[in-house]
C-alpha cells in the first residue's frame, strides 16, 4: 500500500521545503532551457513563499519576484523548467516552467526567452502531494 499523507502532514512537509528558500538569507530561482541552460536568475522576496494551505494536497504561493533581465541562451529559447535554490546556492528542488495554461508550477509570461528580455513570473506554487 502506497503511504498517504493527511491534509495536516501535507501542509507541515510544504511549509518545511519552502521555508529552506530563506535559509541562510534570500535564495532563488533559475528558469533554464530544456538543455539545462540557465537563462535567468531571479532572487526570491525577503520570505520566498506564503504559508501552505491545509489540505491534501497542500499548496504554498511563492511571494511576487521581480522581473529581470535574461542573461544567456540566445534569442527565442523556450524555457522548459526550473531549479530552487538557498543562498548558499544549494539546490532544493526542481519543477516545469510554462506559459499560462499550461498547468504547470511555474508560469512565466512568455516562454521564448532572448538575450536581455526582461521575466516576469505570472505565478509560482510549491504542491506537496498526499
Known sequence: MAITYSATVCKVLCDAAVDQCDVGGIGYVEIQSAASAVLV??????????????????????????????????????????????????????????AAGSGKEMILDNVNIATGQVVTISSFTHTQPA
Do not use: H, M, Q, R
Open 41 to 98: 536568475t531571479l532572487p526570491f522576496a525577503a520570505t520566498a513563499f506564503g504559508g501552505a494551505t491545509a489540505a491534501a494536497p497542500s499548496i504554498a504561493t511563492a511571494a511576487a519576484i521581480a522581473p529581470a533581465a535574461a542573461s544567456g541562451g540566445g534569442a527565442g529559447t523556450a524555457a522548459t523548467k526550473f531549479t530552487v535554490n538557498n543562498n548558499a546556492a544549494t539546490l532544493l528542488w526542481t519543477g516545469e516552467a510554462g
